[in-house]
């Protein structure tokens, strides 16, 4: 069965002029297309493939099965394997749009260039994780997909995952995980998607660890036929924004007195207010503010806080106060992450009907980088109460 497949592949490859530059060669459950200039001996490629493949197999105690259309079910025996200098040549055959290096994951198989060993095994976990967790769902959201690959990806060194995840998320504004979920783009981004695979990878090893594979297995499965966000909560038992905060916890753990633990710090205390503001819990918010004006004094969260539990019994004027003399200082700093305190602010206005001033609020929070405010997006409602107020004039 073997030979025939070989005979079929190498016929089909000749014909898309590859056999000049490269060659197979066969192994037990895998059929390698290597390029013939790599500095490597195909027998150690080979090995690799399959070895991987195994681990793989042993890390998520599932089997990797062929998807055999039934016109192939006759000579469709092993999983292919590209390896390569470059994806280019695949990217052709396939009239697929994707970067040069790196790799993908086929219905059947993976190609991926060569990187050296040590990168380039990690890169075969990772393709491999793809094709062996279609057994469990093979239309899961991209999020859990690429999150699982790259936690088995470093699945021999998960500590340098979870440090160079902190990294990432310093460096690009802290970008949170229910963003990431929501907007699956985000993984396509030339410039920050790199990053991005690096926070869904800590954060789904997060989960294996703390959860285990069972949790993390039945939370895949429902990524499809549920929001992603109440799959979370249907396996774990908790909303992702407490998650999401045991997994900064444990990120701040890893990196003490590091120069990102102060930030991690200020934002798990930040995440753990809008959960209480969220849930309406004014004692909570009320404890949170003293902590928040006790560890970051010239910060903004602790009136943010204050601000929202004085709006909760009518204070809006004593609130406003608040607000802007907290504004005043934040607009000193080089760091723009204040966009919730302005929507705050603009509330505020629209609360005791100074539209004009809520109305450049409004504009005011839409210039910032975005956040969350009451479960919400600050730009989604800040953009939701313009036109509510530019259909009121009009």
């Keep these: 069965m073997g030979a025939v497949m070989g005979g079929v592949v190498k016929k089909v490859f000749s014909i898309w002029g590859l056999q000049t530059n490269h060659d197979f060669i066969e192994g037990q459950r895998v059929m390698l297309l290597y390029d013939k200039s790599l500095d490597i001996p195909p027998q150690e490629l080979l090995q690799m493939s399959e070895s991987t493949l195994c681990e793989v197999e042993e890390y998520l105690q599932t089997p990797a099965t062929l998807d055999k259309p039934f ?25 697929r749009q994707g970067k040069e290096r790196g790799g993908f994951a086929l219905r059947n198989g993976i190609a991926v260039t060569f990187e050296g060993p040590n990168q380039t095994r990690r890169v075969l976990r990772h393709e491999w994780t793809h094709v062996v967790s279609r057994v469990w769902n093979g239309s899961a959201h991209r999020f859990a997909q690429e999150g699982l690959a790259v936690a088995i990806q470093y699945a021999d060194n998960p500590i340098t995952l979870h440090k160079e995840a902190t990294v990432y998320w310093y460096t690009s504004a802290r970008m949170l995980i229910r963003r990431l979920i929501n907007e699956e783009s985000f993984f396509d981004d030339h410039e920050w998607g790199y990053y991005f695979y690096h926070f869904a990878g800590s954060f789904v090893r997060y989960l294996l660890d703390q959860y285990g594979l069972g949790c993390v297995r039945a939370w895949y499965q429902c990524t499809s036929s549920q929001e992603i966000k109440e799959a979370f909560f249907y396996v774990f038992n908790k909303p992702l924004i407490l998650l999401e905060i045991e997994w900064l916890e444990h990120l701040r753990d890893l990196t003490k007195n590091s120069p990102y633990s102060e930030t991690i710090q200020w934002e ?3 995440w753990h207010m809008e959960s209480a503001i969220a849930r309406k819990d004014l004692a909570r918010v009320q404890e949170l503010s003293r902590r928040a004006r006790k560890q970051f004094p010239h910060r903004w969260l602790s009136a943010l806080g204050e601000a929202w539990c004085l709006m909760r019994k009518g204070k809006y004027e004593k609130a406003l106060k608040i607000v802007e ?23 505020l206005y629209d609360g005791l009907g100074e539209t004009s001033k809520a109305w450049e609020a409004y504009r005011h929070a839409l210039k910032l980088p975005d956040d969350v405010f009451d479960t919400m997006s600050v730009h989604q409602q800040a953009q939701e109460r313009i036109q509510q107020l530019t259909q009121q004039t009009k």
């Design 71 to 95: 016109y192939a079910r006759w000579i469709l025996d092993k999983f292919l394997v590209y390896i390569g200098k470059s994806l280019t040549p695949m990217n052709e055959i396939l009239s």
């Design 268 to 270: 798990i205390l930040k």
């Design 325 to 347: 003399s907290a504004l005043s200082l934040a607009q000193q700093s080089s760091v723009r992450d204040y966009s919730p305190l302005v929507l705050l602010q603009a509330k």
